[in-house]
């Protein structure tokens, strides 16, 4: 037992403030209380003091330490590995490594009844979770090994115990996503630091298996949307281990879902290989440890959302197949809108690209040489395939850079429905020639042979017939004249001229009157003649999206999409390949037929699970659409999204649905080779050690004969002598004391 103080201050301070405050009260005091007897001067001068004193003894705030034995029970706890990676069998003699604890946790069973005697033992399996155990066997079925997650529950579970010391047996290989993913380390040195060592031991090969055969396919890079009938390119990171100089064959499949329902996933079948697809290929490593990025390529021709595998033949004696194959789920779309554009390659070109991010929209563009490169044979035949393409665009291009049997093509698309509009340049129009083709009767504008683009600013404007069209609507109503007089003006434009009896209209004209946008929507297909070929500058002026809408606009309506809602309720989810115990963010929303988001919905989002369990999540608003969080992925396979919308309480529009994947792998057999590093780590961080089989039956032994470390514990016990109740009645009993007296004296 002993004295300490922990003054409030420094010493030099308080022993400084008590002798001012003892010389006021022995030199002011007695001034005061002179006319009353000597007794009663010296009472009222003691009560002074003894309440300074006691401040004064307060404030060093002095406390007693003192030193206790811990008698408790003293406990070791055994923790055995029990995750899936322990059922591989390089435990020796053919056995599991879970097997080989097994036996090894049965020979210490006398030792472990001897030590019972000076302690308790505690036997715990351990994977993702911790349990109680009668008896270490060999079964091993965790999903997961969390190491840190384990390690703090155990020191929860030790909380009020006198741990001697904590056995881990395992392989040390760590598999874990997500919450489950905390540090070993950090909480081997939080269990050090309670004074709990580790003592590890470590079974399995350094290399899984006992094999050095190997295929890993990785880093699968594709596009996850696609149009019916266009090539895919699918490329795969392929390693290889111990396969130098062995041919390694390369499968797509993909899944058919010829009469699977919805919800239900299909069979995975080998890709058909048409037209452009490559849907096997052969590789040969070039050595034993070999890496190398591979392409194959898709053609679909169903659609929907789909599974897309990559597979790699297992090689013969390749022990481990878990990762030879990658998974994820692309969407193909039918009757997107296919675009085809004839341009030479110029600022207008590129911006024009961007309408491709359009999940509805494909344009697809052939560069045009011009001058002395040209040539005739530069645009191949398949762009005026019937039915091939919705619409067509032409730019800066002459006719002459097509074949007069390509514009005969071209002529007899549009008369079957196909849109075509001509855009502004110097070789266009009839400067380009088109006068004299079979395209000046389709064309609503005149063609003379001389007619150049002017410069110089053209602000472009609704007409009156503009003004409610469709490819005019850039804002709503009661504002969209005036959001196209804040739009920068084109530089420079054709001088467009209404052909004689044409029942076409002029959508856009100049501030002084010039037709800029001509449409014609009577016949098969429609056509539009466009002035301007600078409509870039709007989004390099801050105004990227009126020009992405105006040409969104323009391709709908030529394609007669324009009143196209049958999908006004949407729905995607970002990853749509996760790992396990990975979130993923699912978006939604609703559109008007126009393609503006609807923000008056109510919707109701609901998630189910492989096994067929649904879970309704609650989403919250991202102003234009909504979002909700899914957190419950643990198990592998595929979930499907359904998103409902309500309008005051009435359904609205379709059923939006989506699905996403979580992988099939087994993060535990993927690679499960193990892991000593880390065990030594989770040792040497809590103040053990990592030994050997009989290394710690030595330890075990030593205990025995010598007694357990941390058996005789001493606790030191603070025990506070001025911040107590005892402290404060006897300051307010001095106080009282002294304030009785001057009353009875006659003070105040």
Aim: aromatic share 6%.
């Amino acid at each position: 037992m002993s004295l300490q103080f922990e003054p409030a201050w420094s010493w030099i301070i308080i022993v400084g403030l008590f002798a001012v405050a003892v010389f006021v009260i022995r030199s002011a005091y007695p001034s005061q209380i002179r006319h009353l007897a000597t007794t009663r001067q010296r009472l009222l001068q003691l009560c002074r003091l003894a309440f300074l004193l006691l401040l004064f003894l307060v404030s060093l705030r002095p406390s007693i330490s003192v030193s206790n034995e811990d008698q408790s029970r003293s406990v070791l706890y055994l923790l055995a590995d029990s995750s899936r990676s322990m059922q591989t069998e390089d435990g020796g003699g053919g056995r599991t490594r879970r097997a080989a604890v097994a036996e090894f946790s049965t020979s210490l069973k006398p030792l472990l009844d001897t030590l019972a005697e000076k302690c308790e033992i505690r036997l715990r399996d351990f994977a993702d979770q911790i349990a109680s155990t009668e008896s270490i066997t060999a079964a091993a079925d965790g999903k997961l090994t969390a190491f840190g997650q384990i390690l703090d529950l155990a020191s929860e579970e030790m909380a009020r115990d006198r741990v001697a010391a904590v056995l881990l047996l395992s392989d040390g290989r760590q598999a874990a996503f997500g919450d489950l993913d905390s540090d070993p380390a950090a909480a081997a040195r939080r269990l050090g630091r309670q004074q709990r060592p580790i003592y590890s031991v470590g079974y399995g090969g350094i290399e899984a298996g006992g094999s050095q055969l190997d295929l890993s396919l990785e880093e699968l890079d594709l596009s996850r949307e696609v149009f019916q009938g266009n090539a895919l390119p699918v490329r795969v990171r392929l390693k290889s281990t111990g396969a130098g100089g062995k041919p390694v064959t390369l499968r797509l499949l993909l899944e058919n879902r010829n009469g699977v329902p919805e919800g239900k996933s299909g069979n995975l079948e080998p890709a058909a290989a048409v037209d452009s697809a490559k849907p096997v290929l052969q590789v040969t490593p070039g050595s034993d440890a070999d890496e190398q990025t591979v392409q194959l390529q898709l053609v679909p021709e169903q659609t929907g959302d789909l599974k897309l595998a990559v597979e790699a033949e297992a090689l013969p004696g390749e022990a481990r197949r878990t990762n030879n194959r990658v998974e994820t789920i692309i969407r193909v779309r039918r009757g997107g809108i296919r675009v085809a554009c004839f341009d030479i390659i110029r600022t207008e070109q590129k911006w024009l690209r961007k309408i491709n991010d359009s999940s509805r929209i494909q344009l697809d563009f052939q560069a045009i040489r011009t001058g002395a490169l040209s040539s005739r044979a530069q645009i191949p035949d398949r762009f005026f395939e019937p039915g091939r393409y919705d619409a067509f665009i032409i730019g800066d291009v002459p006719a002459s850079a097509f074949r007069p049997d390509q514009l005969q093509a071209l002529a007899r698309c549009c008369s079957r429905g196909a849109g075509l509009m001509m855009i502004g340049g110097r070789r266009n129009f009839g400067e380009g020639g088109y006068g004299q083709t079979v395209l000046a009767s389709l064309l609503p504008v005149e063609l003379p042979a001389v007619n150049p683009q002017t410069s110089g600013p053209r602000k472009m404007l609704p007409s009156r017939d503009g003004l409610s069209h469709f490819v005019m609507q850039i804002a709503a109503p009661d504002q969209n004249r005036q959001r196209w007089e804040q739009v920068p003006p084109l530089t420079g434009a054709n001088n467009l001229q209404l052909r004689n009896n044409s029942l076409a209209q002029i959508l856009a004209v100049s501030e002084d009157g010039l037709p800029l946008l001509i449409g014609q929507g009577t016949g098969p297909g429609r056509v539009l003649a466009f002035a301007g070929d600078t409509t870039w500058q709007w989004a390099m002026q801050g105004f990227e999206e009126e020009h992405a809408r105006f040409w969104r606009q323009v391709i709908f309506w030529l394609t007669r999409k324009e009143t196209d809602d049958s999908q006004a309720v949407w729905i995607q989810a970002s990853p749509r390949d996760l790992s396990p115990g990975m979130p993923t963010e699912l978006t939604f929303g609703a559109r008007d037929p126009q393609g503006q988001p609807l923000t008056d919905l109510q919707f109701q989002v609901e998630v189910v699970n492989p096994a067929g369990k649904a879970s309704s999540l609650i989403p919250r608003s991202l102003g234009d659409s909504s979002a909700a969080e899914f957190l419950e992925t643990l198990l592998p396979g595929d979930y499907w999204a359904r998103v409902r919308a309500l309008r005051d309480g009435q359904p609205f529009g379709n059923i939006g649905v989506t699905r996403f994947h979580v992988l099939q792998r087994d993060p535990e057999l993927d690679d499960p080779a193990a892991d000593f590093a880390l065990l030594r780590e989770i040792s040497h961080a809590s103040g053990g050690e990592f030994l050997s089989e009989d290394q710690l039956r030595e330890k075990l032994q030593s205990w025995v004969e010598q007694g357990l470390p941390g058996l005789s514990v001493r606790r030191q016990e603070q025990i506070s002598l001025w911040d107590n109740w005892g402290t404060l009645l006897l300051l307010t009993a001095i106080l009282t004391t002294e304030w009785t007296l001057r009353r009875r004296s006659g003070l105040a």
